[in-house]
Structure formats: structure tokens, C-alpha cells
């Protein structure tokens, strides 16, 4: 999938978001794990993107039930 396709992708699913404090922990949880992936080897950069999506996602969500 394009860089495009998957950057418009990702800000869709981000904008309709019902959470939109949460989508501040996925936008760095995709950063860190993209940059993660970039690291290990090639065509990993995606994957970390994902994983840390999710994680990010997790971590906000969680700090959030705390308050």
C-alpha cells in the first residue's frame, strides 16, 4: 500500500475516532514503533507502526481510566 494511502488511511480512522484524547497515544505509539521497526530491518517499519498503534492506544486508554 502507498505511503499516501496508508497515511489517509490511518488520519480517517484517527479523525472519526469517538476518543480523541486516545488518538494522541496512537499517533506516538505508530512513531516510536515505526521508527522501532525501521531499525531492526526492511519492511518492518510497518509492522512496529501497527504494534505500536495499538500499545500507544492501550497506554493512553489506561492512564485515562486512572484520572
Known amino acids: 500500500m502507498p505511503r499516501i494511502t496508508t497515511a489517509a488511511l490511518a488520519f480517517a480512522i484517527i479523525a472519526t475516532s469517538a476518543a480523541p484524547v486516545l488518538a494522541k ?3 506516538k505509539g505508530a512513531a516510536v ?3 522501532a521497526g525501521h ?3 526492511k519492511g ?3 509492522a512496529g507502526a501497527a504494534v505500536g498503534a495499538i500499545a500507544g492506544h ?10
Open 33 to 35: 514503533g515505526a521508527a
Open 44 to 46: 518492518h517499519a510497518k
Open 25 to 27: 497515544g496512537v499517533m
Open 58 to 67: 492501550h497506554h493512553a486508554a489506561h492512564k485515562a481510566a486512572k484520572r
Open 39 to 41: 531499525f531492526i530491518g
